[in-house]
């Protein structure tokens, strides 16, 4: 681009570029478009797409595509407060009592053909749903993996755990602004650690990480 963007190999609608070792990010949706980086690069920015297209600025993004952001100068909350309200009244969950935890760290799933049956449209909904969550939620993201093995046969004991799930949905991620953030990978896998079938089960982890900035 002639502006210095370069186009992502990951996402073809998002472009990046780094000025004096900051970074700038540019994400299109349709006739929507997101800028995102340091603020002066911003505004730079948005004065040259100005003079190329005719653009209205509508400031600080506050909902896109069912994500709600509040922001200010103490920090960035990100949820999905009007979406969870519609799932958990649509699967008559709306007065259930919350939890912390998305799954109990000892919890064995089985597929087991003797354990009772449950109506796979449901839970189908219910895994769909919490997929969509995910990227506000990514504690949730290691239960909804492990109850999204069980999408063809579920069992009672899946529905359950994937109830309780649903019951940790009011929470969002907050990005505190008095924070340095740091992004860590981690990869590993199990020997035989299926105890349905004793197949080898691997992972990746990632952890945001933060520091208090001085």
């Given at each position: 681009?002639?502006?210095?963007?370069?186009?992502?190999?990951?996402?073809?609608?998002?472009?990046?570029?780094?000025?004096?070792?900051v970074p700038v990010i540019l994400l299109l949706y349709v006739d929507d478009l997101f800028l995102t980086g340091n603020e002066k690069q911003i505004m730079e920015s948005k004065k040259k797409l100005a003079e190329e297209f005719e653009m209205k600025d509508l400031g600080l993004m506050h909902y896109f595509l069912g994500l709600e952001v509040w922001q200010s100068s103490e920090g960035i909350f990100l949820n999905r407060g009007k979406y969870v309200v519609e799932i958990l009244k649509r699967l008559n969950m709306l007065k259930c009592k919350f939890m912390a935890t998305p799954m109990y760290s000892n919890l064995k799933l089985?597929?087991?053909?003797?354990?009772?049956?449950?109506?796979?449209?449901?839970?189908?909904?219910?895994?769909?749903?919490l997929m969509y969550l995910t990227n506000t939620r990514p504690d949730i993201c290691f239960a909804v993996n492990t109850l999204s093995q069980y999408l063809v046969q579920p069992r009672r004991v899946h529905l359950v755990a994937a109830k309780h799930v649903m019951r940790t949905i009011d929470f969002g991620q907050y990005y505190d602004a008095s924070h340095e953030y740091r992004l860590y990978g981690y990869t590993d896998a199990d020997w035989a650690g299926s105890i349905s079938d004793r197949k080898i089960k691997s992972g990746i982890c990632f952890e945001v990480c933060y520091e208090f900035m001085v």
């Open positions: 681009m002639s502006m210095g963007f370069a186009k992502s190999k990951v996402d073809p609608n998002l472009s990046y570029k780094v000025v004096e070792d089985l597929a087991d053909d003797s354990l009772e049956l449950v109506d796979v449209t449901h839970y189908r909904q219910i895994i769909g749903s």
